[in-house]
């Protein structure tokens, strides 16, 4: 027993070799670089994905890939045309953000998929970030890696359709109204409404992607709340 006191580290040293093994453990990492992990591991899978074959191909696709080209060409950004006939099937935002890429890197299929692809991102950061406030670092880090690797969200990324920009405002319409909820009488005015504000953010690029499914959807969820 005398020997393995002896050959315990005491001190500056012991110090010294236990914040280096702490700095070399997978949960310092994750405590301290979580959020950049998540939102690297996302980065390559979808930004990976949009440059892989096949092209806009679904009638989908074509569609809103033709609208947007459209709209950068006729720059008419208010009322969407497809082979010169009013579409007013969808809303708006989508297109923008299409024709906002293609002005940026030109007509291209993978441009296209690029704000898709961003917004798949956005989402499993969101998600990190919402898992490390409600539970902790170690869960929000798991949560984003989960969204990362969910094949259906990779699925959706190749298709010109605004589901996971949606899903990316609902979550951040919820967090936004969670965090107003749970923010204590201390926390000032100002911190407030940047909540407020990212809650309203959330609400109008949802109607703008998807009409009244954009309201619906995170007011449903608060109204049970």
Request: aromatic fraction near 12%; include cysteine; charge should be positive.
């Amino acid at each position: 027993v005398s020997r393995d006191l002896w050959t315990l580290p005491c001190g500056r040293g012991s110090d010294a070799i236990v914040a280096k093994s702490r700095t070399n453990s997978p949960s310092f990492f994750i405590e301290r670089y979580g959020s950049l992990l998540v939102v690297c591991v996302a980065a390559v899978i979808f930004l990976c994905g949009i440059i892989s074959p096949p092209s806009l191909l679904d009638d989908v696709d074509a569609v809103h890939g033709a609208i947007a080209r459209h709209m950068l060409r006729s720059g008419d950004w208010i009322t969407a045309h497809i082979n010169g006939v009013v579409y007013l099937d969808k809303a708006p935002l989508t297109y923008w953000l299409i024709a906002a890429s293609y002005a940026v890197f030109g007509v291209h299929d993978w441009a296209a998929r690029l704000p898709i692809a961003l917004a798949a991102i956005a989402l499993c950061w969101l998600t990190e970030r919402i898992g490390t406030w409600a539970f902790s670092r170690r869960a929000g880090f798991y949560a984003g890696l989960a969204a990362a690797s969910c094949i259906g969200l990779y699925l959706f990324t190749r298709i010109l359709i605004p589901e996971v920009l949606l899903s990316c405002t609902v979550a951040l319409s919820w967090w936004a109204f969670l965090r107003l909820e749970e923010l204590p009488e201390e926390f000032g005015e100002a911190h407030r409404r940047r909540w407020r504000i990212l809650f309203g953010v959330g609400l109008g690029a949802g109607l703008l992607l998807k009409g009244l499914l954009g309201l619906v959807a995170p007011a449903g969820a608060i109204f049970f709340y």
